[in-house]
DNA sequence: CGCGTTGATGTAACCGGTTACATCCGGCTC
DNA sequence: GAGCCGGATGTAACCGGTTACATCAACGCG
């Protein structure tokens, strides 16, 4: 691993003149420029990040910060993958790698710090927060801290944050209104966690668009689950045993609308002729289980697209974050309804 | 940020025991170094890792080598996610974190290097393979070089290199011997692309069981698809038009399977009472799909743990890489057979 | 008492880059 | 010809750690 001062030596000039080669081509002299490439690429050269970093303070790292929430190990969003592939590739084509960053694990430290001193050790340059919606203080001391962060799915904002979130209000909306086009009068809904914003936006937005269409929506016709399937299963169940029953419901999850299909099926009745069901994320499964789920699609390549340039555009030193985004959400029908 | 050199100011000592009280806090004494951790909780002193980095050549980060086949963007096996939340959790535990390295960008370059050369500018301690079974050259270069390597689903082995994989041949003998078992005396199989490995094993393993059991299994009975849903829906018609029909099949991989029992129950056929369907790998959907798909179940978080294990032991210094890894596969019957 | 040993600490070189500032030189203007 | 300008390059300090080696005091021992 040959270093600088090796191609300066064999080139016969300065290591500035070879550092700037590199860094600002143009202020060096075509000869000498092209003299210093030939050497670099003869011993096989190639730039230390570490020295670089430590020198420029700018690593060209961008941190990920996930799953922090140890009360459920390994949070799988479904969204995840997707949005990390797409994430990883928009980064990596500003030349930007994506570092998984383990919490800091010095014992007896504050918890709230273990996240932020991962970040400042290594010199980070940018957060990307995905989180399952718990206010993690450990998550919230970077924003306090100054550190560039763009959260997906979660709305934190501050002098130098920004967020990335569908339009569940919208969604929820969609979701509404189709089901009350297809003649439904009597609606029901499985919500995610109270305390998370996706499921208060999404329950709104459902919320909504049936009173301006003078329909109810009765307390016991809304019940939580927690995204998860089994959830679903056992919301879709009590739902069930209302009288009348719901003849649509709609779950603001895939996961919790495939759990639902399930009790709905145990309960010996038909998908959609007796009850209709819309859900929320278009996970693989949605397309797969007969008779298919209509579904309020979320972009999720644009979760990790929009983080990119949310992160990028604060690199390059903009003064005030980017405005947050809002992705706009899709309904896709299928058998459901 | 305050750096060790203010901290050996304010302590009264040289940076040499600051470093020491950090990193072989047993050679000084007990009242230097509560001095020193005091004085650094004080200023929030926390080390560098670029330049520690720098010193030492070790970064502590292992690189993820991932999705290098630029033929298949956004290359996506169902495990990916289940891995890698493994794989992570697993490496914070020792305090290491994960880089997903963009390839080397500089135009011009020899593109078997863009890996190699990512992994060099880093200092990355060890490479984690996840490939999609083509043999890239970029990742070739990676063993060539004596990265500490390990390979997932691949059979890589060099003087620094290890690899884990799922006992692929054992998993279709298992799909063979419980069709076998259920009476079925025609089977078929969908297999992978015949380049890649896990294809060619679990063919092996499900040939074997027959022969074994006496049983023929015709050419025109083994299609080969590509790993993806279409594949395994086409690959089903071609063996529907068979005659006599198979009454059983084996599909190599979930998605495939999925796509066949499309075909079967749009040809107006039953699972299982007129074919009956194993798949492998117990994606999500294996278990929400009517009727329940039986498949064969590779263990996902073992794959992620596992490889981060061999990668420790490369890392302290063992003179030879530690054995492959197989791992065991086991059959999850549903109502699919 | 002199000497080797051991334990605690300090000194300073080194890792491999970046960059502010200085220097040099040829060409232009007046 | 003096003075100025600007482009190309060199010098050297600096980023923040690690570590080989030196130093020194205290101790045990013959």
Redesign the interface.
């Known amino acids: ?1 040959s270093s600088i001062r090796e191609v300066a030596r064999r080139s016969g000039v300065s290591v500035a003149t070879v550092s700037r080669v590199f860094n600002a081509p143009e202020v060096v002299s075509q000869r000498t420029r092209q003299l210093v490439l030939a050497t670099a690429a003869e011993v096989g050269y ?6 670089r ?2 020198a420029t303070k700018k ?1 060209h ?1 961008v941190g990920l910060v996930w ?1 922090t929430d140890h009360r459920r ?2 949070w ?1 969003h ?1 969204f ?3 949005i990390l ?2 994430l ?2 928009a ?2 084509a500003h ?11 010095t014992p007896g430290l504050d918890d709230r710090q273990r996240f932020l ?2 970040v ?4 980070v340059d940018g957060v990307v927060i995905i989180d399952n919606g718990s206010r993690d203080p450990a998550v919230l001391a970077l924003v306090d801290a100054a550190v560039p962060c763009v959260a997906l799915d979660l709305r934190f904002t501050g002098p130098t944050c920004t967020h990335i979130t569908s339009d569940n209000a919208g969604g929820g909306r969609l979701a509404a209104t189709h089901l009350i086009e297809r003649g439904h009068r009597h609606l029901a809904t499985i919500t995610g966690p109270p305390p998370t914003l996706p499921a208060a936006e999404r329950l709104a937005g459902f919320r909504d668009a049936l009173t301006e269409a003078g329909l109810p929506l009765a307390d016991d016709d809304v019940v939580a689950g927690d995204f998860y ?1 089994d959830s679903g299963y056992a919301a879709m169940q009590r739902l069930l045993a209302r009288d009348p029953r719901p003849t649509a419901v709609f779950a603001a999850g895939d996961e919790m609308a ?1 759990g639902a299909m ?1 009790a709905i ?1 145990e309960a010996g009745l038909r998908i959609p002729a007796d009850i209709a069901v819309v859900g929320f994320d278009d996970i ?2 949605a397309a ?3 008779p298919g789920l209509t579904t309020v699609t979320q972009d999720k390549t644009g979760f990790g697209t929009a983080a990119a340039e949310a992160v990028m555009t604060m690199l390059h030193g903009a003064a005030t974050p980017p405005a947050p985004t809002t992705l706009p959400t899709t309904l896709v029908v299928r058998g459901s309804t």
């Open positions: 691993m190639l730039p230390n990040e570490s020295a970093t430590l690593s790292m799953d190990p390994g799988r479904p995840f993958q997707d592939v797409a990883k590739s980064l990596s030349g930007l790698h994506l570092l998984m960053l383990a919490p800091d694990q001193r991962a400042q050790r290594h010199s399937l495939v399930k099926h693989e499964v797969l289980i007969p």
